[in-house]
Each structure stands twice: as structure tokens, then as C-alpha cells.
């Protein structure tokens, strides 16, 4: 089995019942050497890295305000308003810190009504939501961000390493051993599309509940029961299917991963005059 799917060019993937991601089994490096030589060249250009690093962000943004006005009970204008400064602030960044900070700002923002989104109707106070934390996570909702953020990262680490990029080399996060930096970078604009949608729905369709967390000197996890309906949630929206905003044709979350690796690559090559950010309405 393991060598047929090598043949196929199929990763396998081995993570931990916690949902680490431990590593991949794969056929031969992909053969297309001169995508990782353009990539590496890029990577030493500030001006490149920072143009990139602007049209993810800028998307990213986009999508967590699109987000907010499909989920949000009533979402402030003014956060709306702020969001959309913020996209038109990102590309006027001259360096990746400042980047990084209007990046930042945006990000709590969202998650400031972030509880706005969850339909609890105060039932479940164990779903209260106060802001981003993380290592360790210190309550549910933060749990479910955390795994379902390390999901996406994962399955972009597999995606770039079949389409034959280096997912340890980006653009916008620094490299760092054993970060998959470039993985992070690609997984920007859909953060908000794939794993915050995952998480919203398992909350308020009651997918996964109070009882499925387990909670030890100040940390929350999910219990394996919890995490199997959880991570049910996650491939249920990796194979939903929508239009491409910029091919037009129907395909799945887990199929849009893969074109936007490939376009990347393409951009690499100069083949296309700049990467088209993935954003949806």
C-alpha cells in the first residue's frame, strides 16, 4: 500500500491522537529543482518577500471581515470600517514589521467579536470567548483554534511539498528550525475561511460540547471523542465545494490549496505577474 501510494506521488501523513504533525512518507523529491532555486533566490529579495507578505495579509483580512458580516449577529461598523482601513493600510506597509503590526491590530479586531459569531445563547459559559490565547490554550474555543490552525498548517506543509516547494522557506514568517515557514505564510488568507469556519460550525451546531475537554493545570484539550468529531468537522469543509473567485469553476477547499500552491510556483517562475490572493465574498 505505502509503495503504491509513493508511486502515485500520495503523501502519507502521521500525526499524534493530540493532532501534532509528526512528519510525511513521500515518493522521490519532486524533480522541479529550478521552482525551489527561484524560490530560494526570492526569498533573499526584501522587496519580493514584502509585496507577497502585503497581498496575503491584505486577504487575510478581507476574508476575516467577510467572515464577520456572514456570521456575526451585528457586526459594529465600526470594526467593519477599522477592518477595511486596515486592508488599505497593509499595502502601504514598508517593511514586514510594520506589516506585521497593522497584521496584528486587524487580528484583534476580529477576534474582539469574534463571541459575536458563536450561537451559544449564553448556555454554555464554557464557550465564552475573551480574546486569542495559545501555548497551551487556555479555554475551548482557544483549543479549537490552536488544532484547527495546526490542521491547515499541516495540510499546507503536504500541499508545497507535492507541487515541489520548500515549506520550511517563506517570505513573510522568518525561517526557524523546524518551522514550516512558507506553510504559514500561504495559510494566511485562508486561517479565517477554513479553520475559523471549522471551528464556528462544531461550536453551534453543538459537533463538539463542554464534556469533550479535558482541562489540567490550566490548559484545555479535547478528549479523543471530542477531537474525532472536531477533526470530522474539519474534512467536512475541506471537501465543501465553491466557485474559484479567479478560475470560476466549482472545487473543493482541499483541491484550492493545491491551484494556489501551483500559482505560487507559477509567480516564482514569472510566469504570472503576481500571485492571485485567494478572497471570497
Not at 87 to 105: D, K, P, R
Not at 179 to 191: C, G, H, I, N
Not at 260 to 274: D, K, S, V
Amino acid at each position: 500500500m505505502v509503495q503504491e501510494l509513493c508511486r502515485r506521488e500520495i503523501p502519507i501523513s502521521y500525526l499524534s491522537s493530540g493532532g501534532w504533525f509528526y512528519g510525511i512518507t513521500t515518493s522521490l523529491m519532486h524533480k522541479n529543482v529550478e521552482l525551489r532555486r527561484r524560490q530560494y533566490a526570492a526569498a533573499t529579495n526584501p522587496s519580493f518577500c514584502l509585496g507577497l507578505a502585503t497581498r496575503l495579509v491584505q486577504a487575510k483580512i478581507a476574508n476575516c471581515r467577510t467572515i464577520l458580516r456572514r456570521n456575526h449577529t451585528a457586526a459594529p461598523d465600526t470594526v467593519l470600517q477599522d477592518l477595511k482601513r486596515d486592508h488599505v493600510h497593509a499595502a502601504q506597509a514598508q517593511s514586514l514589521e510594520e506589516l506585521l503590526g497593522i497584521e496584528g491590530t486587524a487580528a484583534r479586531r476580529y477576534f474582539s467579536e469574534f463571541m459575536g459569531m458563536l450561537k451559544t445563547d449564553g448556555a454554555s459559559p464554557d464557550f465564552d470567548f475573551d480574546g486569542r490565547n495559545r501555548r497551551p490554550p487556555r479555554d475551548p474555543v482557544n483549543a479549537l483554534l490552536s488544532l484547527a490552525y495546526a490542521m491547515l498548517a499541516r495540510e499546507w506543509t503536504v500541499t508545497l511539498h507535492a507541487v515541489g516547494l520548500d515549506p520550511y522557506l517563506g517570505f513573510y514568517h522568518q525561517p526557524r528550525y523546524g518551522r514550516p515557514a512558507l506553510a504559514l505564510d500561504v495559510m494566511e488568507e485562508f486561517r479565517p475561511l477554513i479553520a475559523d469556519s471549522v471551528v464556528l460550525t462544531a461550536i453551534n451546531n453543538g459537533e463538539v460540547r463542554s464534556e469533550d475537554f479535558i482541562r489540567r493545570m490550566g490548559s484545555v484539550a479535547l478528549t479523543p471523542e471530542g477531537r474525532r468529531r472536531f477533526i470530522e468537522t474539519y474534512e467536512r469543509r475541506m471537501s465543501q465545494e465553491i466557485t474559484h473567485p479567479v478560475f470560476g469553476y466549482q472545487v473543493s477547499y482541499r483541491r484550492i490549496l493545491e491551484v494556489q500552491a501551483r500559482l505560487l510556483g507559477r509567480y516564482l517562475c514569472g510566469e504570472i505577474p503576481e500571485y492571485p490572493s485567494f478572497t471570497t465574498r
